[in-house]
Each structure stands twice: as C-alpha cells, then as structure tokens.
C-alpha cells in the first residue's frame, strides 16, 4: 500500500477550513429541501452556494461526474446525479458534498427524512448514523484501520441491516480519494496504524435489505438490488493521540458530537 499522507500544521489548517464551508453547504442544501422541487433544482443550488463561498465543487468533472453534488433518494445508495426527479413528502434524500477550498477537499454527507417518514426509514437513518459514530470513535492514533471498519459492520449488522461492499470510505486532503480505502466492513486489530496527521472520510452505506447493489444506464447512480432503502452518511476526521476531531462536525451538534434528532436528519 501506499504511503498515507500525513497533513502538517498548514495542511490541518486547510483540511479545517475546507471541511468546514462543506458542512455548511450541506446544512444550507438541507434547509432548502422541500417537496416538489427536482434534485436538479437542488444541484444546481449548490453550484450557486459552492461558488459564493469561493470553492468549487470537488464532484464535478471527477472522472467525468455531470454533477455538483451527488444526490441519492430512497433505493438510491450513492452518486445519483441531479435531474428531473422530484423530492416527494416522506422520501429520504441522500446529499453528499464534495468542496475544494484553497487546494484542499471537503468532502460530508448526510440523510435527510422530508418531511414525517415511516418508521422503519427512521430506524434506518438513526441506525446508519450510529454506525458512522462509532466508526470514528474507534478512530485514534495507534489504532488500527480494521478497528473502524469492524465497529461500523458490527452497528450495521446488529441491527440487522446490510453494509454495502461496492463502496467505501477513504482518506482525503489534495485530493478527494487519497490513502487509505476505509472499507465499512473488516476484522478488528488489521490493517494499517492510523498515525497522528492522518484525515479520513467516514462513510456508512447501509442498506434496509441486501447489501447488493446494481448501478443504472446513467453510468454513476448505485441503487439496492431489491429495491429497498438505503441511508449514507459521510464525515471526514483528523487522527489524533486521543478522540479523533470531526473536521465535517455541523453546528446542530449536542454535546457528544452527534447530530441533534431534529436536525439534518429531519427535514
């Protein structure tokens, strides 16, 4: 494998700033949702918000990505393109954010209920964003890399949900995908030592029903084979001594760092 790069004091400072105006894209995507609008509207919002703040989106052009963001709905997984799709009263919309500020990636993601959803939607998203948790609060220095992905499936399976293989997270700085993959499934006490420096993006893909998935003619959108929902949700961590810091933290957070119940994940 690959070095995995290290960010020094000027790097962690960019990686903060960067991840920063990614959240706050996404928390302004998020307010914007409503029913009836397209996932088009909402791509092309962002676009709008990404180039005020004086960034550009990281998605866009990447091996030939048509979109600003990536914008998933129901039994879509990941990597939906904006389009003619309308947003309905109780869909769970997928909304992952990729930013580039001053040469560095941001990269966020979260599920968003709209409107009152049914409560096994509910569940999903709550037990999805459990598992992004506890993926990063197996994240130290001198852990290992399976130590994160073994807590992620662990929530994930426990729940009796499915942990989508296709994708997984990564690290990211200069670029959007650097070293090292952050597979959402793996054994505890393997892979390589994460080391002080070191920033990642977590990122659960979790599944109601199979973990299979299939992509569509478009060449990008991932949906579940069997039709059921998915949930995802992404944030990118700088590797400390002690707790890892969530560079990607929203400022709906409560105490113990996790999203408020009626914040991004209700809408």
């Known amino acids: 494998m690959p070095p995995i790069p290290i960010k020094d004091a000027a790097g962690i400072a960019g990686m903060r700033a960067s991840c920063r105006l990614a959240r706050k894209v996404l928390e302004e995507l998020c307010a914007r949702l409503e029913p009836g609008r397209t996932t088009g509207e909402i791509d092309q919002i962002a676009g709008a918000l990404i180039r005020d703040y ?19 709905v129901n ?3 990941v990597h939906g393109i904006g389009g003619p799709r309308r947003l309905a009263y109780g869909d769970v919309v997928k ?8 040469g560095w990636v941001g990269d966020t993601a979260t599920t968003v209920a709209l409107g009152a959803v049914t409560p096994s939607r509910r569940l999903l998203l709550e ?4 598992a992004l948790y506890a993926g990063i609060a197996a994240a130290r220095g001198g ?13 994930v399976t426990k729940a009796g949900y499915s942990v989508v293989r296709e994708f997984v997270g990564h690290g990211v700085g ?24 070191m920033t990642l993006a977590i990122e659960p893909m979790v599944n109601e029903g199979s973990a299979e998935v299939r992509i569509l003619r478009d060449g990008w959108t991932a949906v579940t084979a069997d039709g059921r929902d998915s949930a995802h949700f992404e944030h ?30 209700s809408r």
């Open 143 to 155: 852990a290992r890399l399976g130590d994160v992905s073994h807590a992620v499936e662990s929530t």
């Open 236 to 265: 990118v961590i700088l590797i400390t001594e002690g707790e890892a810091e969530i560079l990607t933290e929203s400022v709906e957070a409560d105490g113990d760092g996790k999203l408020l119940a009626n914040g991004l994940a």
């Open 174 to 197: 200069r670029k959007l995908h650097e070293e090292p993959q952050v597979p959402n499934f793996g054994r505890a006490k393997t892979g390589p030592i994460l080391r002080p420096g």
């Open 75 to 77: 039994e879509e997984v």
């Open 54 to 72: 004086g960034a550009r989106s990281a998605f866009l052009g990447y091996r030939k990505f048509p979109g600003q963001l990536c914008i998933s």
């Open 95 to 102: 909304l992952d954010v990729g930013i580039i500020l001053d």
């Open 127 to 130: 037990r999805t964003q459990a």
